[in-house]
């Protein structure tokens, strides 16, 4: 195709104010990326010589972000003539003067736009000989959009914007979604000849549709068939109907692909998420960010889960994790909270109100009961007993632990680091381990048990417990 003449302008210089946000309206985000990212992952994926990201307003953190994870894209400053025509303008200055072929011109907060829908554009382009394609929808509610007036064959005529259209205009409910394919040197041309003799006072874009029509040139409207591809994002109402419908659509392919989700309306699954066959998803999981889930296991109900692998089998219940590794056939929660450096070995279990940091534990061993893990290696096959706590933390540093493997911890120890405890090594209930235990001891810090006989009937006389207890010696 055209794929050595081909550049893909994406406008970001608006000042979205309808958002009411201090965040820039294209880096708010939708599953898991910003809109901008959406825009610029389809913009990308055309394999266009050259991406163009147009910005202006709180442009140092549009370009850190572009600059991070589009770092091959050319960003344009729009100078301060304000409209899309002039943003798409100055975006020509980052092409070479001897460019020539197609350039494609999307816009950063369009988010659900897909390559299939620009390709099919760039064809009918090409086929045609066209000065201008650009994408249409028919919208029951077209307030905002700009119309779009044909003549009585039904061929393009132009685009009139809200704000200048009459009453008459306004009744018409096909709109133009933005999404433009030109040929550089009639949009170059174009260009230079447009104003901004409007009721905004900008340079529309939109006008370069009609001026390449004036020359002689075809311009093609093609009617998008599914509305949500061109859904703009201006306000939060927005962003919130775009992203569920985005949502719905990822569960919809997870379960083609294999993926039993029980109630897709409250598990959401960010695009950076990939899923095996035969997972299951209660309802309220979430995956975050980069996220594998193994085949066979269950995730949820309610669980967060972020930046995580995970192996095959795995149940995870009402928990959070993030920053984690959690290998096979182990089981999470309920109620874990575990936290990045973590990697649970297969087999392995983190129980109940246990949370880990910074952990790595041994195939087959667990943290059943009311733990905090944190700063530890843990080897294989131990259990450490309930409502244990690794005391990482002296006020200043924080120390590492070493526990062994076949390691059967009392309950409610301490684990004072740094400290070691040896392999098949024991450790009494109540043991606050100060110094390392070598393999294959019993530690114990606490004292000896004294009963003193009778003592309740002494101090306590005439108590329940005092009665009790005469009863039960009589
Ligand atoms: C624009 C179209 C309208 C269309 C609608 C589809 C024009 C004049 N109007 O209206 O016909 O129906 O999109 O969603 O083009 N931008 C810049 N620089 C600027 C102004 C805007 O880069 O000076 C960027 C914005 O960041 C945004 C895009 O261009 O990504 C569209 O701008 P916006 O103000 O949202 O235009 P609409 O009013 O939606
Ligand atoms: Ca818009």
Redesign the pocket.
């Known amino acids: 195709m055209s794929e050595q003449h081909l550049a893909v302008i994406v406008?970001?210089?608006?000042e979205?104010t309808r958002m009411r946000s201090s965040t820039p309206k294209?880096l708010h985000e939708i599953a898991g990326l910003p809109l901008l990212g959406h825009a610029l992952a389809t913009a990308t994926a055309l394999g266009a010589q050259k991406v163009i990201p147009?910005i202006?307003h709180e442009a140092e953190k549009l370009e850190a972000f572009i600059n991070a994870y589009y770092p091959n894209s050319h960003i344009i400053h729009?100078d301060e003539i304000?409209?899309?025509g002039?943003?798409v303008e100055c975006a020509l200055s980052g092409l070479p003067a001897e460019f020539s072929g197609a350039v494609v011109v999307t816009?950063?907060?369009?988010p659900l736009l897909d390559v299939q829908t620009i390709e099919s554009m760039i064809d009918v382009h090409l086929q045609t000989s066209a000065g201008a394609t650009l994408l249409t929808a028919s919208f029951s509610d077209p307030t905002?959009?700009?119309r779009i007036i044909r003549d009585q064959d039904g061929l393009f005529g132009s685009?009139v914007?809200e704000r200048d259209a009459t009453e008459q205009e306004r009744e018409i409910t096909e709109?133009?979604?933005?999404v433009y394919v030109f040929d550089f040197k009639a949009l170059k041309n174009a260009l230079a000849a447009i104003t901004t003799h409007n009721a905004a006072g900008?340079k529309?874009?939109?006008d370069v549709a009609v001026e390449i029509l004036k020359t002689g040139s075809q311009v093609n409207a093609l009617q998008v068939s599914d509305n949500w591809l061109v859904a703009?994002v201006?306000n939060r109402v927005q962003l919130q109907q775009v992203s569920s419908e985005l949502n719905r659509r990822i569960c919809e392919g997870w379960m083609l692909a294999g993926v039993t989700i029980t109630q897709p309306e409250s598990t959401f699954i960010d695009v950076t998420a990939v899923l095996a066959e035969d997972v299951t998803l209660l309802p309220g999981t979430h995956l975050k960010g980069i996220t594998r889930i193994g085949q066979g296991s269950t995730i949820g109900p309610e669980v967060v889960i972020t930046d995580t692998q995970v192996g095959s089998n795995v149940s995870i219940t009402k928990s959070q994790v993030s920053g984690s590794v959690i290998e096979d056939d182990s089981t999470v929660g309920p109620f874990s909270y575990i936290r990045p450096g973590t990697h649970l070995g297969a087999g392995g279990k983190i129980g109940t109100f246990v949370e880990t940091k910074n952990a790595v534990i041994g195939t087959g061993s667990k943290i059943p009961h009311l733990s905090y893990v944190g700063d530890a290696t843990i080897g294989e096959h131990t259990n450490i007993g309930a409502g244990t706590i690794f005391a990482n933390y002296d006020g200043v540093n924080k120390h590492h632990s070493v526990i062994g493997s076949h390691v059967r911890s009392g309950s409610h120890n301490v684990f004072v680091a740094p400290v070691t405890i040896g392999d098949g090594a024991y450790t009494a209930a109540g043991t606050v381990v100060r110094k390392d235990v070598e393999p294959g001891a019993l530690a114990m810090s606490v004292a000896p048990q004294r009963n003193l006989a009778e003592w309740v009937i002494a101090k306590r006389p005439n108590t329940a417990s005092a009665d009790a207890a005469k009863k039960a010696t009589e």
């Open positions: 406008l970001a210089a608006g979205g294209v147009v202006r729009q304000p409209g899309t002039r943003a816009s950063g907060d369009v905002g959009y700009g685009i914007e709109v133009n979604a933005g900008e529309y874009l939109t703009g201006n």
